[in-house]
Structures are given as C-alpha cells and as structure tokens.
C-alpha cells in the first residue's frame, strides 16, 4: 500500500457541542475546574481510566482482554526494539501526558514512547507536560469517529510525530504523521517506525495473527 497525502482531521472547535458519547462517562465539574492532582487522585481509587479534554473529566471503562491483546503485543514488539536500540522508553496505557495547559488536557494513550532527549532529567512525582513522539491507540467496538478524529488532532497538534490507529476488527492501521502524511496498513502490510524508530519493523500479521 503506498502513501498518500492527508490533511489530519480539524480540531475540535472549542464552542462545538458534540453528540452524546457512548464510549466514555463525562463527569460533573466541581466549583472548581479539574485539577492535575484531581486526575490522578481518581486515577488510584478505582479502576477506571480518565482523561481530561479541555476541563472535561472522562471516565473510561477498564480495557478487555481483546483490547489488552493488541495493546501487549505492540509493547513487547517495541520493548524487543528497544532493547536493541535504546533510544529512548516505552510507556503502558495507564500513563497521562499533559499535551495542554489551558484548558487543561491530559491524555492517556494505550501505548506511547518518548525519545531519550525528550524525558525530563529531574525526576517529576506529577505527569510530563509532553506529547509522546509514538502514539498508539487501539479501537474498542463502542468507539466512535468523533472521538477517534478528537484524539488524532490533540496528539498532532501537541507535536506527537508518528500516530497509529489499531482497528482490530477490520485488521488495519491507520498513521498519521507530523507531516500530514497518512497511509492505511492492511492485513500483509508492515509497520515502518521511519524516523521516529528507526529500522523498527511489524508486520501485522504478527500483530492480528
């Protein structure tokens, strides 16, 4: 499959009303807007996942084990890259990065790396104010376009440089790329790291398989 070249989907307009979702929980806001600290209070009394998306608080159910599948297989793919080429850390999809300050928005992507000369040097107890280089996140049944097309843009616009979409059902991967190149990979195709991971190499068959 070759390359083709995209725009990536448009910013969601902070004015926009967008469709009730059904694959997330907003929460109601307190007197005062959520906090760093708020998230990760919640983060370690229960077992839901949250993300904060311009001041809103979102609640994700906990992954299934068909979600955790793909979500290990990338890790161990690129842990044993890694390895190899310590350039710099993988992280699991339980970790936020701060990609906004104001309004506040917090992500937490399935899978994300951060290159050696990006993690900060003194260690920090809160979240890093950084946009992983690698995002990869993995499509549950109950997720809808919007909010797909919403996480691509705050990844790009934060300055996330390659991004991969995992469609387990259709058995495809999406990239986006800083550049705004955009290719789909299907079933026989594979993943190419290109300058963020150099050499890295995943066939999907290996990953749906």
């Known amino acids: 499959m070759g390359t083709i070249t995209a725009p990536a989907p448009p910013a969601t307009p902070a004015t926009a ?15 005062q807007a959520w906090t760093e600290a ?18 809103e608080l979102r609640q994700m159910s906990p992954a299934s084990p068909f979600h955790g599948r793909y979500e290990m297989r990338m890790i161990v793919a690129l842990s044993i890259y890694l390895a190899e080429h310590p350039l710099g850390e993988i992280f699991p999809g339980d970790t936020g990065f701060i990609l906004e300050s104001n309004p506040l928005t917090v992500r937490a992507p399935d899978v994300a790396f951060v290159s050696a000369a990006r993690i900060p040097h003194l260690e920090q107890h809160g979240l890093w104010r950084l946009a992983p280089d690698l995002v990869i996140e993995i499509v549950s049944p109950s997720e809808q376009a ?3 097309a919403e996480k691509v843009s705050d990844y790009l616009t934060a300055g996330t440089r390659l991004l991969w979409i995992v469609y387990p059902e259709s058995q495809q991967v999406h ?15 594979t993943l190419d790291g290109h300058e963020v991971l150099p050499g890295f ?9």
């Open 17 to 31: 009303t967008p469709a009730t979702p059904n694959d997330y929980t907003v929460l109601a806001a307190p007197a």
């Open 38 to 55: 708020d998230l990760l209070h919640l983060g370690h009394a229960d077992h839901y996942q949250y993300e904060l998306v311009r001041g």
């Open 146 to 148: 919007h909010t797909i």
């Open 175 to 189: 990239e986006y790329r800083a550049a705004q190149a955009f290719r789909i990979y299907t079933i026989g195709d």
């Open 201 to 209: 190499r995943f066939a999907l068959t290996a990953l749906f398989g």
